[in-house]
């Protein structure tokens, strides 16, 4: 029998660490990614250099407090003062991350996805790390960008790869997209399809399963599920969801 890698994954729309109170509270933050202790952490809506978050660098800020030596930030929207987008922290060195524009003309907000390489037991993973749009349409466009990128497109068959964020995907349009179109597994759907998705906006009663992770390769989903402290009630207006895994 192979080794295996045990890897926890979370992925999270911290809404700039504002919570539904509306108050700038990172530390409310970094309390729920200290008590999970993922190996790996995506996250939607960083702020970097933005008065309403302090002007702090908030992947930096978050890596720091939360115990993980490696970061990437991934710029999508630029501000009058500041900016914004995904980042993703990690036990792992980070040896390679490029932000993929998935900007579409219908909307006003610019999207992006971040894409890291990281390395694992001596072995690549492939991470991708996406905020989609509002409508449908521009969904199915933003996943178009992405799988014609040289990046999503470029992987070698075989290799551990994980597609997680923010979909914005209420009726679960794209889950046979990857499923059926591009092979990959969902690991926070029930094992009868796309309509038993894990619920997390927004946050004080959750009704929509709008943050999800698709994983292909030599991956093995053991369990998947949504956070249950109560400060993630009010820390941001999603929910984090958490999915352990393990690597041959």
């Not at 504002?18 to 729920?32: L, T």
């Not at 040896?95 to 390395?119: F, K, Y």
């Not at 991470?127 to 960008?145: D, K, P, T, W, Y």
């Amino acid at each position: 029998m192979g080794l295996t890698v045990p890897l926890k994954i979370l992925t999270y729309n911290i809404h700039r660490a504002i919570g539904v109170d509306r108050r700038f509270r990172p530390e409310r933050i970094v309390r729920i990614l200290r008590h999970y202790d993922a190996d790996l952490v995506l996250l939607q809506e960083v702020d970097e250099g933005v008065p309403r978050s302090r002007e702090l660098n908030l992947a930096e800020e978050l890596a720091r407090t939360a115990g993980y030596p490696h970061f990437a930030l991934g710029h999508n929207v630029s501000l009058r003062k500041g900016r914004y987008g995904n980042a993703t922290l990690s036990r792992f060195p980070i040896v390679r991350e490029r932000n993929i524009d998935l900007s579409v003309a219908q909307s006003w907000i610019r999207r992006g996805c971040q894409h890291t390489s990281l390395q694992v037991d001596g072995h690549t993973m492939e991470v991708f790390n996406l905020h989609l749009g509002l409508s449908a349409r521009e969904r199915q466009h933003q996943i178009e960008l992405l799988s014609r990128s040289h990046e999503f497109d470029g992987v070698a068959a075989g290799t551990p790869m994980l597609v997680g964020g923010d979909f914005n995907d209420w009726r679960s349009l794209l889950w046979p997209t990857f499923t059926n179109g591009f092979g990959f597994r969902c690991a926070t759907d029930s094992r009868t399809g796309r309509r038993g998705a894990i619920a997390t906006y927004p946050s004080f009663s959750p009704q929509g399963g709008l943050d999800r992770i698709y994983f292909r390769g030599p991956l093995r989903l053991v369990g998947a599920r949504r956070c249950r402290l109560q400060v993630s009630r009010v820390a941001s207006d999603h929910l984090p969801v958490i999915a352990d895994f393990e690597m041959a």
